[in-house]
């Protein structure tokens, strides 16, 4: 049998293929679907935040005003009012024409990696990071490089000494996930210019920008050199993940190229889902609604760091204070092991995603091991007193010599 062989089939599996692994995330939201789990696991909005009467406003609008070519055939660059929408709602000069309307973020990913990268391209990314960026990247066999950083983020001396023949560095400046942590601007001057004088374009990540909770992030490191980044963003943490809408903002060099491999995966993103997003955004409807959004989610982080700060006392456990977005970061005292305590927990009705999964490279060290992502969001503020009493029992448990 050779290597791709699927057995008994006539099947024969390129060799990308192999490197295709179910997402563990995936694998553990089944866990979560069944009854009765507090889930602190899934990166899922608040589903109380859907604009469901503006949809279903919008969507009788539309299909009445312009249901033929919102449900025809369309250019892949996307519907052209909704990327001048999306080109003024940066806070840096944007050419509509730089703007491809993607389905979701998750397929700028993809169209990146398609794009840039060869088996054996080094890329660059942060330690740890987004995992469905990895999953993305990997068919393509790159040299997966992660890059050190402290809590201000990725440290410039470190890209610098593993600059070399990188095709891109891949970041998430805001309210990372999975770490919440937020780039200060002092680092994204620093790293902006190091990436330059290295000559590393950036790919820049930010589906949480807008979820502040104080004030808003510093401005993205591409409003500081569009020419050597790609922006990805997303509409589903601000309207809805179901919409499946997100856009890229590429420089004219390397439009064209995503442009091509955009129509080779999917033609183009829904015209319905364009016309019935751009019809909601309409006016002033975002500068009501997020700040509804970042109020829900500011008061749900602090209940989940004031039932930390109640349940794990004496136990050892560290934890983060997230900015803004929906994750919040934390760490097991020396010896546990996150990946150990995910099927006890779960048993005792409450998930989180072990850190090990967001960390680049070969087998996670002892100390990624004890760390664990817990989102702030999906759940209500007495489930998440609940989970945290649960997740504590767990922890003290397994202290038990
Ligand atoms: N990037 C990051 C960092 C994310 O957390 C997510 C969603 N979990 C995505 C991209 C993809 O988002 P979407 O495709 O829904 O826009």
Redesign the pocket.
């Known amino acids: 049998m050779k290597p791709n062989d699927l057995p008994s089939t006539p099947w024969v599996l390129a060799r990308r293929a192999a490197r295709m692994n179910p997402s563990v995330i995936r694998e553990i939201l089944k866990v979560t679907e069944r009854p009765g789990i507090t889930s602190f696991a899934g990166?899922l909005p608040s589903p109380t935040t859907f604009p469901v009467a503006e949809f279903a406003a919008a969507s009788a609008q539309v299909l009445h005003d312009d249901g033929a070519a919102a449900l025809q055939y369309a250019a892949s660059e996307g519907f052209g009012p909704l990327r001048e929408r999306i080109a003024a709602m940066l806070p840096w000069p944007v050419d509509p024409a730089q703007v491809l309307v993607?389905?979701?973020?998750?397929?700028?990913?993809d169209l990146v990696a398609k794009v840039l990268l060869d088996p054996g391209s080094r890329v660059l990314v942060e330690t740890p990071t987004?995992l469905?960026?990895l999953q993305a990247f990997a068919p393509m066999e790159p040299e997966v490089v992660p890059v050190a950083n402290d809590e201000h983020g990725v440290l410039a001396s470190d890209l610098e000494a593993k600059a070399s023949g990188a095709r891109f560095l891949y970041l998430?400046p805001n309210f990372?996930?999975p770490t919440g942590r937020t780039m200060s601007a002092a680092r994204r001057d620093e790293l902006s210019q190091a990436a330059q004088r290295a000559g590393v374009p950036i790919v820049e990540?930010?589906?949480?920008g807008d979820l502040w909770f104080d004030q808003p992030p510093p401005a993205p490191l591409t409003a500081r050199n569009p020419q050597g980044c790609i922006y990805?963003?997303?509409?589903?943490?601000v309207l809805a993940?179901g919409l499946?809408?997100?856009f890229l903002v590429a420089p004219p060099a390397l439009y064209p190229k995503l442009l091509q491999a955009k129509q080779a995966a999917d033609l183009h993103s829904p015209s319905f889902n364009q016309r019935m997003a751009h019809a909601v955004l309409q006016g002033d409807f975002l500068d009501r609604h997020v700040p509804r959004i970042r109020a829900l989610y500011r008061s749900q982080r602090d209940a989940m760091l004031a039932a930390l700060q109640r349940e794990m006392a004496g136990l050892g456990v560290e934890w983060n204070k997230p900015d803004g977005g929906?994750f919040l970061w934390a760490r097991l005292p020396r010896g546990l092991s996150a990946l150990d305590l995910l099927p006890k927990a779960v048993d005792r009705g409450v998930a989180f995603v072990p850190g090990a999964a967001f960390y680049a490279g070969d087998a996670p060290d002892a100390d990624a091991l004890r760390t664990l992502r817990l989102s702030f969001v999906t759940a209500t503020v007495p489930q998440i007193d609940a989970g945290i009493v649960a997740l504590a029992a767990v922890i003290r448990e397994a202290r038990r010599p």
Do not use: C, E, I, V
Not at 232 to 237: D, E
């Open positions: 990166g993607t389905t979701g973020s998750q397929q700028g990913l987004y469905g960026a998430l990372q996930n990540d930010n589906p949480y990805l963003g997303s509409f589903s943490k993940p499946r809408l997100g929906m």
